[in-house]
C-alpha cells in the first residue's frame, strides 16, 4: 500500500505564520503611535508650565489673555443659589460634583467637586439640588476659590463627559448664560501637585506602553524572520 505524504505541521507550512506576523505588526505600529503622543504630550507640558495669576476677579478670569486657558487662579465671590447644576456620577452611590456660578458672573462656571467645602455646604443646605428654597443668609459670605481655569472647549472631565452635555450647553440652559456667549470653567480644588500626578502618571503610562512597543516588535520581525527561514528549508534541501 502506497503511503501518502506526510502531513506537514502547519507551522512548517509557507506563510503559515504571515497572518499572526501582520497583526504583531500592526499592534506594534499602534502602541507605538500611542506611546509617543503620551511621552510627546508629556514633554510639552512639562515645557509649558502653567501661570499661576493669583488672586483675580471674576472679570479678570473671563480675560484669555489676563489668564490663559490651563493657568491657576483663586477667585472671590458669593454663590449663586439659583443656578447650581448636579453632575451624576457613574454607578450608585456616587457622589455628585455640582456645576454653578458667582453672583453677577455666569460666564465663568465653577466645577466643585463633591468632597469640596463649598459642595458639602451646598448639599448640606439644599440635599436634592431642586425644589427647595435656600435659607435666609446662606452663602451670603465671600467664598475665595482656587484652582485651574480653562476655556470651555479646552476642559475635559469624567464626571462632565458622562452627563452627555457639553458644558457651554449646560452654561447656557441651567446656568442662565446667554447663547454664544464664550463661558470658561474654574476647576475648584485643581492644584500645581494634581497637574504633577496627572504628568507623572502619563509618563509612567508612555513608559509601560513603549515597552509593550519594543516587545510587540521583537515577536513580530521574529516571526517574519522565521517564516523566511522555513520558507528556505526546502530550497536548502533540495
Known amino acids: 500500500m502506497l503511503a501518502g505524504p506526510a502531513a506537514q505541521p502547519l507551522e512548517s507550512l509557507p506563510g503559515a505564520e504571515q497572518p499572526r506576523a501582520s497583526e504583531l505588526f500592526v499592534a506594534a505600529v499602534m502602541v507605538t503611535l500611542v506611546a ?84 458639602q455646604a451646598i448639599y448640606r443646605h439644599r440635599p436634592t439640588l431642586k425644589g427647595q428654597p435656600w435659607a435666609a443668609g446662606e452663602f451670603d459670605a465671600t467664598w475665595q476659590l482656587s484652582g485651574r481655569i480653562f476655556d470651555a472647549d479646552k476642559y475635559t472631565d469624567p464626571q462632565l463627559a458622562g452627563s452627555g452635555t457639553p458644558l457651554q450647553q449646560l452654561a447656557e440652559e441651567r446656568l442662565g448664560v446667554a447663547p454664544k456667549e464664550q463661558v470658561r470653567v474654574l476647576a475648584v480644588g485643581a492644584t500645581p501637585a494634581d497637574q504633577r500626578r496627572s504628568a507623572q502618571t502619563a509618563a509612567v503610562f508612555g513608559v509601560l506602553m513603549t515597552l509593550i512597543a519594543i516587545v510587540l516588535w521583537t515577536l513580530a520581525i521574529h516571526g517574519i524572520t522565521r517564516r523566511r527561514d522555513i520558507r528556505r528549508e526546502p530550497n536548502a534541501a533540495a
Not at 472679570?59 to 454663590?79: I, K, M
Request: hydrophobic share 45%; with cysteine; proline share 10%.
Open 36 to 119: 509617543g503622543l503620551v511621552l510627546w504630550g508629556t514633554a510639552f507640558n512639562d515645557q509649558e508650565a502653567p501661570l499661576d495669576a493669583g488672586t483675580v476677579t471674576a472679570e479678570q478670569a473671563l480675560d484669555a489673555q489676563a489668564v490663559p486657558s490651563g493657568s491657576f487662579a483663586t477667585v472671590a465671590g458669593r454663590p449663586d443659589p439659583s443656578r447650581i447644576v448636579p453632575l451624576y456620577g457613574m454607578g450608585p452611590g456616587r457622589e455628585q460634583d455640582v456645576l454653578l456660578v458667582l453672583r453677577g458672573a455666569p460666564r465663568l462656571v465653577l466645577h466643585c467637586r463633591a468632597k469640596h467645602p463649598l459642595a
